[in-house]
């Protein structure tokens, strides 16, 4: 059992950062993949990126260049580092862990955070 708890949301400006935080409780954080998913109001959830259990880290189109996941598996702690922000990032962002599987794919995660808001103004 993997318990997720994210914070670091808040509202910030076009062009600004954030930087979200991934707690989880538990001693095998390291197995897990650790991926970040956002939903926007009446949109699909969507993938944003996942770093593996050796770092290796992938990231939707929409984000590339911009954010950045990185792991610190002695804190338990993954992270999303977002830069330049724009509008159309606005949405809840949940991190997610995963034992295997396809990472870019919500079904293949089994624990889920309860989400922290991020809302860019312009």
């Known amino acids: 059992q993997v318990q997720l708890v994210e914070s670091g949301g808040g509202l910030v400006q076009a062009g600004g950062s954030l930087r979200l935080s991934c707690a989880a409780s538990g001693r095998t954080f390291s197995r897990y993949a650790m991926g970040w998913f956002r939903q926007a109001p009446g949109k699909e959830r969507e993938f944003v990126a996942t770093?593996?259990?050796?770092?290796?880290?992938y990231y939707a189109d929409a984000v590339q260049g911009r954010f950045t996941i990185s792991r610190d598996n002695a804190k338990n702690t993954v992270y999303l580092q977002m830069n330049s922000l724009k509008p159309e990032d606005t949405a809840v962002y949940h991190c997610?862990?995963?034992?295997?599987?396809?990472?870019?794919?919500?079904?293949?995660?089994?624990?889920w955070g309860q989400g922290t808001q991020v809302t860019v103004s312009s």
């Open positions: 997610a862990a995963a034992a295997r599987g396809d990472l870019a794919l919500g079904s293949t995660y089994n624990y």
């Open positions: 770093i593996n259990w050796i770092g290796d880290t």
